[in-house]
Nanobody, 119 residues
């Protein structure tokens, strides 16, 4: 079973930056897409940023111009660079990979890492 482990979360002041990482426990045969979601209590999980196997990226309107999603296939790692952070960005950030770590494709989720933006 593949494990996705996020890191890089923490407490940061408004205007600060964080870089989140999501590392898979083993290499994939193929990756279809990867993304970062965020979850806050009482609210629906939302997609923050995604990247396809071809390198195309998409961002939530709230993240455009501030967040950058990237990947390092050789390291089986997904990143989210977050700049100019706002209190509204406070959430648990969860990575997602749609890929093949075995015979068939599957959707895999990490446990999440807490990001708190507060002065």
């Amino acid at each position: 079973q593949v494990q996705l482990v996020e890191s890089g979360g923490g407490l940061v002041q408004p205007g600060g930056s964080l870089r989140l990482s999501c590392a898979a426990s083993r290499s994939a045969f193929a990756i279809r897409s990867m993304g970062w979601y965020r979850q806050t209590p009482g609210k629906e999980r939302e997609l923050v940023a995604s990247i396809t196997s071809g390198g195309s990226t998409n961002y939530a309107d709230s993240a455009k111009g501030r967040f950058t999603i990237s990947r390092d296939n050789a390291k089986n790692t997904l990143y989210l660079q977050m700049n100019s952070l706002k209190p509204e960005d406070t959430a648990v950030y969860i990575c997602n990979i749609y890929g093949a770590f075995g015979v068939s494709y599957g959707v895999y989720w990490g446990q999440g890492t807490q990001v708190t933006v507060s002065s």
